[in-house]
């Protein structure tokens, strides 16, 4: 499932001393399968942008087209829209509200008018593709479980709805570094099986640069740039004056370079940056 | 009791009514005056429930902490002990109460009853130091996540404590709030003297600290300097946690016999070892 943004604008309390530009003029692209990653500064127009992809926010100005249809024209359901297109806010875990898990992620499903046995078998596999167990959890209040497990029944609550492209606002904020890196590898593995179209919202460069497969860059209400992590992170002053920075490896390759090193700065992860640096040295018969 | 030391636990336990378990098990810390100490560990290891003892929101099912002297058992001293011990949260969002920055920093020292001509200089003096002075009349909705947080700072320092104790206060910034952040908690700390607490999920703040704590299942399981800590990079993951990527990058360099300290701990102290071998 494809999504194109077009010259959207969006405006909050148009025509009142409180107007305000959330987000100008963007245009943005994303292709069937795409993973994509999405980075700006608090305040940047980030989520104003990604509630208007499942019609949540309506355009002052601009189209937003899912497979080439333009939601807001007659005939079009949101309500399908929003069943393709699956958003996951930030600290979704807020959100829960049933008794039980199984309620809980039954929700959607179960508004989307479902046969029982099907919201049942629905939310089974939602569980399962999280990594909880439903025979173990389905009976638990939501509220007795960690914080990372409450936010992957959050997520198994929109995996339920089968969506097409599943978008994830913050996914690891709060969690622990293991908890972060179970969930990320929860959301690779998802994309993989479900041939999910994807776009996070992050903060941690780190994230972005492992996992996805292109960028775009948010600042004051529009996209400044789009590229592969690889491009975008190329520029770290620009990136550092948009609120934003690089990941530490890529930042000490950057530094070694401006130390005179003839190195490689193209380096997103540890095990790049080792590969170059032993590289270099047993050039030099150091090691 | 008297006891020298900012923050003191002696042999605390904690559990919460709703639970069978104790979320703190036989803690026994000392903190001193000046000091910088990041307390990491997984999510639902007890960081946040001490940080809560420690200024005296909550107080120990068994055990005592004392700040600054003062038993936090005892309701009388309650106030000195948080006005002693500020806290600055995760949300930025939650903790401004105000419509214009300097009122919301002024808010803290008004319900301790300073008297206006006062609270003005605390005003002027706590917003120099997190260097927002020239945002004292904006509303707080207009700043970025950074510089709410430092609002939030601003708002403690007005109550002229000795320690600020600061629970996950970059978790939801972008990575210039982040570093503005830990650059103003750093300044707290080396220019005016504050103790300060800093749970942090991040590792690149938590290797600024002088001393690291390590908190598992209620405990403290590891103590030290962070190139103490970070060094024992496979003893960290096990327990769920992580180390910063350069410190990572020694480790792996170290296995493939590049001479590198195993202790690198900064992107300059990476550069400059590498320098050398290069």
């Given at each position: 499932?494809?999504?194109?943004?077009?010259?959207?604008?969006?405006?909050?309390?148009?025509?009142?001393?409180?107007?305000?530009?959330?987000?100008?003029?963007?245009?943005?692209?994303?292709?069937?399968?795409?993973?994509?990653?999405?980075?700006?500064?608090?305040?940047?127009?980030?989520?104003?942008?990604?509630?208007?992809?499942?019609?949540?926010?309506?355009?002052?100005?601009?189209?937003?087209?899912?497979?080439?249809?333009?939601?807001?024209?007659?005939?079009?359901?949101?309500?399908?829209?929003?069943?393709?297109?699956?958003?996951?806010?930030?600290?979704?875990?807020?959100?829960?509200?049933?008794?039980?898990?199984?309620?809980?992620?039954?929700?959607?499903?179960?508004?989307?008018?479902?046969?029982?046995?099907?919201?049942?078998?629905?939310?089974?596999?939602?569980?399962?593709?999280?990594?909880?167990?439903?025979?173990?959890?389905?009976?638990?209040?939501?509220?007795?479980?960690?914080?990372?497990?409450?936010?992957?029944?959050?997520?198994?609550?929109?995996?339920?709805?089968?969506?097409?492209?599943?978008?994830?606002?913050?996914?690891?904020?709060?969690?622990?570094?293991?908890?972060?890196?179970?969930?990320?590898?929860?959301?690779?593995?998802?994309?993989?099986?479900?041939?999910?179209?994807?776009?996070?919202?992050?903060?941690?460069?780190?994230?972005?640069?492992?996992?996805?497969?292109?960028?775009?860059?948010?600042?004051?209400?529009?996209?400044?740039?789009?590229?592969?992590?690889?491009?975008?992170?190329?520029?770290?002053?620009?990136?550092?004056?948009?609120?934003?920075?690089?990941?530490?490896?890529?930042?000490?390759?950057?530094?070694?370079?401006?130390?005179?090193?003839?190195?490689?700065?193209?380096?997103?992860?540890?095990?790049?940056?080792?590969?170059?640096?032993?590289?270099?040295?047993?050039?030099?018969?150091?090691? | 009791?008297?006891?020298?030391?900012?923050?003191?636990?002696?042999?605390?336990?904690?559990?919460?009514?709703?639970?069978?378990?104790?979320?703190?098990?036989?803690?026994?810390?000392?903190?001193?005056?000046?000091?910088?100490?990041?307390?990491?560990?997984?999510?639902?290891?007890?960081?946040?429930?001490?940080?809560?003892?420690?200024?005296?929101?909550?107080?120990?099912?068994?055990?005592?902490?004392?700040?600054?002297?003062?038993?936090?058992?005892?309701?009388?001293?309650?106030?000195?002990?948080?006005q002693?011990?500020?806290?600055?949260?995760?949300?930025?969002?939650?903790?401004?109460?105000a419509?214009i920055v300097e009122e919301d920093v002024a808010f803290g020292p008004e319900n301790l009853g300073i008297p206006p001509e006062e609270i003005r200089q605390r005003v002027k003096e706590a917003l120099e130091i997190?260097?927002?002075t020239?945002?004292a009349d904006?509303?707080?909705?207009?700043?970025?996540?950074?510089?709410?947080?430092?609002?939030?700072?601003a708002g403690i320092l007005a109550m002229k404590p000795?320690?600020?104790?600061?629970?996950?206060?970059?978790?939801?910034?972008?990575?210039?709030?982040?570093?503005?952040?830990?650059?103003?908690?750093?300044?707290?700390?080396?220019?005016?003297?504050?103790?300060?607490?800093?749970?942090?999920?991040?590792?690149?703040?938590?290797?600024?600290?002088?001393?690291?704590?390590?908190?598992?299942?209620?405990?403290?399981?590891?103590?030290?300097?962070?190139?103490?800590?970070?060094?024992?990079?496979?003893?960290?993951?096990?327990?769920?946690?992580?180390?910063?990527?350069?410190?990572?990058?020694?480790?792996?360099?170290?296995?493939?016999?590049?001479?590198?300290?195993?202790?690198?701990?900064?992107?300059?102290?990476?550069?400059?070892?590498?320098?050398?071998?290069?």
């Open positions: 499932m494809s999504i194109d943004v077009k010259n959207v604008t969006h405006v909050y309390m148009p025509n009142t001393p409180f107007e305000s530009i959330a987000i100008k003029d963007i245009n943005w692209t994303v292709k069937d399968g795409e993973f994509w990653g999405l980075i700006g500064h608090t305040g940047s127009g980030k989520s104003t942008l990604i509630q208007h992809l499942n019609g949540l926010l309506k355009p002052t100005s601009g189209e937003i087209l899912i497979n080439d249809i333009n939601i807001h024209s007659k005939g079009v359901s949101l309500k399908s829209i929003r069943q393709k297109v699956g958003l996951v806010f930030q600290y979704p875990e807020h959100q829960l509200f049933e008794e039980t898990i199984e309620r809980d992620v039954a929700f959607g499903p179960k508004n989307m008018g479902l046969a029982e046995e099907e919201v049942a078998k629905r939310v089974k596999e939602a569980l399962d593709l999280v990594g909880l167990s439903y025979e173990e959890v389905k009976d638990k209040s939501p509220f007795e479980l960690s914080g990372g497990q409450m936010r992957r029944v959050a997520i198994a609550g929109v995996l339920a709805m089968k969506p097409e492209i599943l978008i994830l606002d913050e996914p690891t904020a709060g969690l622990d570094p293991r908890g972060r890196d179970e969930i990320l590898e929860e959301i690779v593995t998802l994309k993989q099986k479900q041939k999910l179209t994807v776009i996070l919202v992050s903060h941690s460069m780190e994230d972005v640069a492992k996992l996805v497969d292109k960028l775009a860059v948010m600042y004051r209400g529009q996209i400044v740039s789009q590229g592969t992590p690889r491009e975008i992170f190329q520029d770290y002053e620009g990136l550092v004056e948009k609120g934003l920075g690089i990941p530490q490896i890529t930042e000490l390759m950057i530094k070694l370079k401006e130390r005179g090193k003839n190195i490689s700065t193209d380096i997103l992860t540890v095990d790049e940056a080792r590969a170059e640096i032993t590289k270099h040295i047993r050039r030099k018969g150091l090691a | 009791m008297k006891i020298a030391a900012e923050i003191v636990a002696l042999d605390v336990y904690y559990q919460y009514a709703a639970s069978s378990d104790l979320a703190l098990k036989n803690i026994n810390l000392r903190i001193e005056p000046g000091e910088f100490v990041a307390i990491i560990g997984p999510n639902g290891s007890g960081k946040s429930t001490l940080a809560k003892l420690f200024n005296g929101l909550y107080t120990p099912t068994e055990g005592d902490i004392f700040v600054a002297g003062f038993n936090t058992k005892n309701q009388d001293d309650i106030w000195k002990i948080r002693k011990a500020g806290m600055v949260f995760q949300n930025p969002d939650n903790q401004i109460v419509t997190v260097e927002l020239e945002y904006k509303a707080p909705h207009l700043l970025s996540g950074g510089q709410k947080q430092r609002v939030a700072i000795d320690c600020i104790i600061l629970d996950e206060p970059t978790a939801m910034l972008d990575p210039v709030g982040r570093k503005e952040v830990i650059s103003t908690v750093k300044k707290l700390n080396q220019n005016e003297g504050k103790t300060i607490v800093l749970i942090t999920h991040f590792m690149e703040e938590a290797v600024q600290a002088d001393r690291v704590l390590v908190m598992e299942k209620g405990k403290v399981v590891m103590e030290g300097k962070p190139n103490e800590i970070f060094s024992q990079v496979e003893r960290l993951k096990k327990l769920g946690l992580d180390v910063p990527q350069v410190t990572e990058l020694a480790y792996k360099l170290t296995r493939d016999s590049v001479p590198v300290r195993r202790d690198i701990l900064t992107v300059e102290e990476m550069v400059d070892c590498l320098c050398q071998l290069m």
